[in-house]
Each structure stands twice: as C-alpha cells, then as structure tokens.
C-alpha cells in the first residue's frame, strides 16, 4: 500500500498569500496518479486537481498542482477566504487507492 | 448536473446493521464506477474501495472486507452500501463518489451519511 504524508499539518495564512502543500509518497506514482481535495466543515469533499496539475471543471487558476515521481505540491497562489479549508491528496495509482492524512490551511 | 444524493442518518446499535444509498443522476450510471470514502469524527478520509457499475465488480480495501459490502440497482441508478455487525468504531460520516471514466479519482462526492453506532 502506497502511504501518501502530507505536510504541514496546519498552515496559518493570511488572505492574498501563497499555499504551498506538500504530499510525499511511499512509492514512485505510475503516471502521476495524483489528486487533490478540499474539503470545508461540514461539507463533501470537493476535486480540484487530478492527473497532478489538470484543473478540475470549475476550479479557479489560482489552484495549481505540480510533481512527479514520490514528491507532489498544491500551490494557491493568492489565498481568498473560501480557500481556508483543509486540502487532502489521494493516489490512484496503485490499489488500494489512499489519501494522505489533510493538511489544514487556516486563517492567521 | 450529476449529484448523487445520499440516504439520511442512520442511529444503530452495536450489532446491527445499516444500509446507505446513493442514488445518482444526470449520467449514465453504469459509465462510471461509484467509490465510497469513510470520515470518522475529526478524522480524514479513508478509501473503502470501489464498485464497478457496469460489471458489479467490487473490490474492497483490506480494512474493509467481511462486514462491507457494496451493491448495486443499476434500474434506478443507486449504489448501496451495507454494514453488517456494526461496532462503535464504525461511527463515520460515510461517502459515496463517482469514480472518473477509467481512472480512480472522484469527481462528483454525495453529501455524506452520518452513520452513529451506540447503545
């Protein structure tokens, strides 16, 4: 099973700075398999980024992912106040298909 | 637009069992697989596994086999999941996602069951 960390945990920001998410994995992804996730209190997670840097349908170009290899980055490049939420990645791989365990971006 | 809509919360006590639908729309239902994702309280997302709409193929995470079990009724475009022996642990918020044409990522999330387990 390919174990995906996530760092930091939590990132406190302010509105108008730059996200960088990192999400490390335990085996090389077969054609960056990467994908990522918000995911706001109460609600479903939503798909912003597959393929390791595709836009979703919808999602904003401020969201943009990068990587290759074990090593992947979700950038937001200027945080507006919808963005505060937390952001999960998810490999798919490999079966079984795991997320990593959240990174939460907060207001500062 | 495609949505999937979830069945409401379940309160269950220790031993039972509980069935979730997720009822889809808007597409063709046996195109895409339908994954299911567990959140238990606090806690991140955790792949259940996947069933294929056009075969019924499922195929389960190692943590979730024996008691789970996901189902289908391609007649009114519903993916079912079913929790036998039900244990506290189990308390969740349970997910049910459409899996991209081909490929394993989810584009499309239902609401999310709550499933609570106490006595």
């Known amino acids: 099973e390919i174990v995906l960390t996530q760092s930091p945990g939590t990132l406190s920001l302010s509105p108008g700075e730059r996200a960088t998410l990192s999400c490390r994995a335990s085996q090389s992804l077969s054609s960056s398999y990467l994908a990522w996730y918000q995911q706001k209190p109460g609600q479903a997670p939503r798909l912003l980024i597959y393929g390791t840097s595709s836009r979703a349908t919808g999602i904003p170009d401020r969201f943009s992912g990068s990587g290759s290899g074990t090593d992947f980055t979700l950038t937001i490049s200027r945080l507006e106040p919808e963005d505060f939420a937390v952001y999960y990645c998810q490999q798919y791989g490999s079966s079984p298909w795991t997320f990593g365990q959240g990174t939460k971006v907060e207001i500062k | ?119």
């Open chain 2, 1 to 119: 637009q495609v949505q999937l809509v979830q069945s409401g919360s379940e309160l269950k006590e220790p031993g039972a069992s509980v069935k979730v639908s997720c009822k889809a729309s808007a597409y063709t239902f046996t195109t895409h697989g339908v994954g299911w994702v567990r959140q238990a309280p606090g806690q991140g997302l955790e792949w259940m596994g996947w069933i294929a709409t056009d075969t019924g193929n499922p195929t389960y995470a190692q943590d979730f086999t024996g008691r789970f079990v996901f189902s289908l009724d391609t007649s009114v475009s519903t993916a079912y999941l079913q929790i036998s022996s039900l244990k506290a642990e189990d308390t969740a918020v349970y997910y049910c996602a459409r899996k991209a044409r081909g490929i394993g990522f989810f584009d499309y999330w239902g609401q999310g069951t709550l499933v609570t387990v106490s006595s």
